[in-house]
C-alpha cells in the first residue's frame, strides 16, 4: 500500500489550497480516509476524515467551515479543500488509509 500527498505550497492569509492523496497498492474505495497535520514541534493532529461507502464527513473543530475532505474512487484519491487559510493551518498534511501513512506536503501560511 502506498500514499502520495500533493498540492502544498506557500499562501497568503485568506488564501486557499487543494490538496490530494492519491493511494495505490490497495482497494481504496473500502477505506476510510484522514488527513492529519503537524506543525514543527507539534504533535500530529487530526484534521478531517471520510468514511468508505457512504463518505461521512468529520472535521477538527479548527478546521470546520474551512475546509472540505472529498474522495473520487475511480481516480484512487482523497482531496482536501483548504479555504480562508490561516497561519496557524502551516504544518505538513499527511494522509493515512489502510494502516498507511504518506510522506505528508508542506503548507506554508504567510504574508
Known amino acids: 500500500a502506498q500514499l502520495v500527498e500533493s498540492g502544498g505550497d506557500l499562501v497568503q492569509p485568506g488564501g486557499s489550497l487543494r490538496l490530494s492523496c492519491v493511494a495505490s497498492?490497495?482497494?481504496?474505495?473500502?477505506?476510510?480516509v484522514n488527513w492529519y497535520r503537524q506543525a514543527s514541534g507539534e504533535e500530529r493532529e487530526f484534521v478531517a476524515s471520510i468514511t468508505a461507502g457512504e463518505g461521512t464527513r468529520n472535521y477538527a473543530a479548527s478546521v470546520k467551515g474551512r475546509f472540505t475532505i472529498s474522495r473520487d474512487n475511480d481516480k484512487n484519491t482523497a482531496y482536501l479543500q483548504m479555504n480562508n487559510l490561516k497561519p496557524e493551518d502551516t504544518a505538513v498534511y499527511y494522509c493515512?488509509?489502510?494502516?498507511?501513512w504518506g510522506q505528508g506536503t508542506q503548507v506554508t501560511v504567510s504574508s
Open positions: 497498492g490497495f482497494t481504496f474505495s473500502w477505506y476510510n
Open positions: 493515512y488509509a489502510a494502516r498507511t
